[in-house]
């Protein structure tokens, strides 16, 4: 599998700030890339994803800026709660059928 | 719908025993991933399924493990036998085929303890 790396590890914001989560991938090939959010005890659900084809995109305090030519996208999450609090995955695909590649995560905690 | 459903939701077994972890799938969904996740390697890819055919099973750690999927609606994984460092969590996720880009949708996982 190819890799995605992704930073920080942890993540700790006061609440009302920016959270912001960075990506960088090697497979020129990937064309999808989602981001997933999990709580514990459960699944990874996919919060918000973007295509190649469009620098960002923006869905209510969740932002991903994409760099094609650094081969870099981030997350970042605007207003930061503390029901934000949550481990974040960023992943790419390949085709559309192919199964996802993760990054191994960031623990976001967001202090009241 | 009920969404992805996995079972057991919590496995115990000791060093060498035969571990089957089962997924249902969401109606309507043609593909199948199976997915490990531990601290250290985060969450891999360990195989996948496109209208219940095995296309990329190069993420199986060993051929300890192996999978199925006799129909559209129920696959298994089974590590035989177990070993303590396959403990983790099984995650089993689908999403439909048809059009690039969809989203997969994950069941809540099976934590496997092998002591």
């Known amino acids: 599998q190819q890799q995605v790396k992704q930073s920080p590890q942890s993540l700790i914001v006061q609440k009302g700030g920016i959270s912001i989560i960075n990506c960088a991938y090697e497979?020129?090939?990937?064309?999808?890339f989602p981001w997933y959010q999990q709580f514990p005890g459960k699944g990874p659900a996919l919060l918000i994803a973007i295509r190649p084809d469009v620098s960002e995109k923006k869905e209510g305090r969740f932002t991903i800026s994409f760099n094609k030519s650094a081969k870099q996208f981030s997350l970042h999450i605007m207003d930061s709660q503390p029901g934000d609090s949550a481990t974040y995955f960023c992943a790419a695909g390949r085709g559309g059928a192919d199964g996802l590649t993760f990054g191994k995560g960031t623990h976001l905690i967001i202090q009241p | 719908d009920a969404g992805v459903i996995q079972s057991p939701r919590h496995e115990v077994t000791e060093m060498g025993q035969e571990v089957t972890l089962r997924c249902k799938p969401i109606?309507?969904?043609?593909?199948l991933f199976w997915y490990r996740q531990t601290m250290m390697r985060g969450l891999e890819l360990l195989i996948y399924?496109?209208?219940?055919?095995?296309?990329?099973d190069s993420g199986m750690p060993e051929d300890r493990f192996s999978a199925k999927m006799p129909n559209a609606s129920f696959s298994t994984l089974k590590i035989q036998p177990s070993e303590p460092r396959d403990s983790a969590v099984y995650f089993c996720?689908?999403?439909?085929?048809?059009?690039?880009?969809?989203?997969?949708?994950f069941g809540q996982g099976t934590r496997l303890t092998v002591v």
């Open positions: 996720a689908s999403r439909p085929l048809q059009g690039p880009n969809t989203e997969a949708f």
């Open positions: 109606s309507g969904h043609n593909s």
């Open positions: 497979n020129t090939a990937f064309d999808y």
């Open positions: 399924f496109n209208n219940n055919v095995p296309i990329d």
